[in-house]
């Protein structure tokens, strides 16, 4: 399963849910059970060379099926185009049986057969080892997809609790990761001026709303809704403004006023490690937040610089330490501007070469990294690497949420939704938010947003905000856009200032994504 990483990579988040759905159901959700070991077959038709078997695992050959291992339903079949093999080897094999949900039909790039017509039932791809993957990868999917949507429709029709909505999230998280195409714009541009990131709200209900001192918050929510969370206000007359002024958005996001408040539950917090600034708290302990990654100058790599929050590091000069108290460095550059909480932290030489740039995902494998400035509202899964939570998954709540701050001050930020507990904990701001791509070949991660608060809560206006029956198990966490925060470290530092994070990993690297270490192949 390893040579197709973006099925492993849905089959696995796939498996985690199928985990959770007996919390749930009755009998009404159907289940296919997905085991660890599943074994991918592979049909080859006609004649074929190694060079061939080489596009499509780079350990071609036959495997010996243990006893009793299971084998995934969907068989793929592939036919070469030479002389001795055509689309018509593919015609002549039984497509009514159960193994052949795609015939895949690899057409040569010296030989051509006029016989070779069209025909829908046989998919053609040039003899390309990603549009060959990709082929593959459609047939391995589809049964996935199948089993997904049947379980989204059993869940709407029988259930309508927060924990079956939190699953129906998580299962439209998957399908979405699941789309493959380069349609991520990971481009370089300006994130103060560039296209990708226009809001999605219309600017006159921006504005409207942010005069407002009875709105606390409003946003895309689960991108169905338009939510607003207020104080004591006429609803009726706020929402027949807000459909006047434009009923067109209104057609797209159902208008969602609830008299409530986000509660923020700030932290007074290598990837993933444990960064302290000597700054003592009121509990008189040091700030402790996450390391979140780090970037280096384009010309010149020995110059790094570590990510994380301004609410660790609120000062410029600040000595960093990391969790055995050692100096790393000290604080470079730090805001708050633009809705974000970000510090830059320039590595002292001495300590340098104990830094591992590379960004790890999900599985800790290291990968390239790419920033994605585009727009999140169709991004599936999320992850991050926490100091306190470590490894954890999500799905994004609202690609744009609008909170009040110290009274008329107002931050533009995303929310996530943590499944299977929260997204992130006390300790874990800094941490950088990324997703895999949608690509058969998984060889780099886009990092869109770093956390800088957890655990949000919504409550009622009414409420104790203290008080011990408060709603505190959404999970959710508010994070900021990355490219904002790197765009302003840039500006701050002079016009030929330039950082990135690591992108040069090779595949001759066994613990990286791009590693081909596949015990599976074609039979």
Not at 65 to 82: D, S
Not at 222 to 250: A, G
Not at 419 to 442: A, K, M, T, Y
Not at 474 to 502: P, W, Y
Request: aromatic share 8%; charged share 30%.
């Amino acid at each position: 399963m390893k040579q197709f990483q973006h099925f492993q990579y849905v089959y696995n988040q796939t498996a985690g849910c199928q985990s959770r759905l007996p919390k749930l159901q009755n009998n009404v959700v159907s289940t296919t059970q997905m085991a660890k070991d599943m074994f991918i077959k592979i049909r080859i038709l006609g004649e074929f060379k190694d060079e061939d078997l080489n596009l499509i695992s780079k350990k071609a050959g036959r495997t010996k099926l243990t006893e009793g291992q299971p084998i995934w339903e969907a068989m793929p079949v592939v036919c070469f185009q030479n002389h001795h093999s055509s689309k018509s080897k593919l015609k002549e094999y039984d497509i009514h049986r159960k193994s052949a949900c795609h015939k895949i039909f690899i057409k040569s790039d010296t030989f051509y057969d006029e016989t070779d017509e069209n025909d829908d039932t046989i998919i053609s791809v040039a003899r390309n080892r990603t549009r060959i993957q990709e082929a593959i990868t459609s047939c391995l999917e589809e049964p996935i997809n199948q089993m997904l949507k049947q379980w989204l429709k059993d869940l709407k029709s029988a259930y309508s609790s927060k924990s079956s909505s939190r699953i129906i999230a998580e299962i439209e998280a998957i399908r979405k990761q699941m789309t493959l195409g380069n349609n991520r714009d990971t481009t370089a541009c300006s994130a103060l001026l560039c296209d990708e990131t226009t809001s999605a709200v219309p600017e006159e209900i921006k504005d409207f709303l942010f005069r407002r001192p009875d709105v606390n918050s409003f946003g895309i929510w689960r991108n169905s809704s338009f939510k607003i969370l207020v104080e004591e206000t006429d609803e009726t007359m706020l929402r027949h403004d807000l459909t006047k002024m434009n009923p067109k958005f209104f057609e797209t996001y159902k208008l969602e006023v609830e008299k409530r408040k986000m509660l923020d539950k700030l932290s007074n917090m290598m990837q993933g490690d444990q960064i302290m600034a000597k700054i003592q708290n009121e509990d008189g302990n040091y700030r402790k937040g996450t390391l979140g990654g780090f970037v280096t100058k384009t010309d010149e790599e020995e110059k790094k610089f570590a990510l994380t929050c301004n609410h660790i590091f609120p000062e410029v000069d600040a000595p960093a330490f990391n969790q055995n108290l050692e100096i790393i460095g000290s604080c470079l550059f730090t805001t708050r501007e633009q809705s974000c909480d970000f510090a830059a932290i320039e590595i002292e030489q001495s300590f340098s070469d104990k830094c591992d740039v590379y960004v790890k995902r999900d599985d800790r494998k290291k990968t390239n990294a790419q920033v994605y400035a585009g727009n999140i509202e169709n991004i599936g899964l999320v992850h991050k690497i926490g100091a306190t939570t470590d490894v954890t998954k999500g799905n994004i709540l609202s690609p744009e949420w609008h909170e009040r701050v110290l009274g008329e001050n107002w931050v533009s930020i995303f929310l996530v939704q943590g499944i299977e507990g929260n997204f992130s904990e006390e300790g874990d701001s800094g941490s950088l938010v990324f997703s895999r791509p949608r690509s058969v070949q998984q060889n780099n991660v886009d990092v869109m947003g770093m956390v800088f608060s957890n655990k949000l809560t919504v409550y009622n206006n009414e409420e104790n905000e203290h008080a011990e029956n408060v709603q505190d198990a959404d999970n959710i966490s508010g994070c900021f856009r990355i490219h904002t925060a790197l765009d302003l470290f840039k500006m701050s530092q002079g016009e030929d200032f330039e950082v990135k994070f690591q992108d040069d990993l090779s595949s001759s690297s066994p613990s990286s994504s791009l590693s081909d270490d596949s015990n599976e192949e074609p039979i």
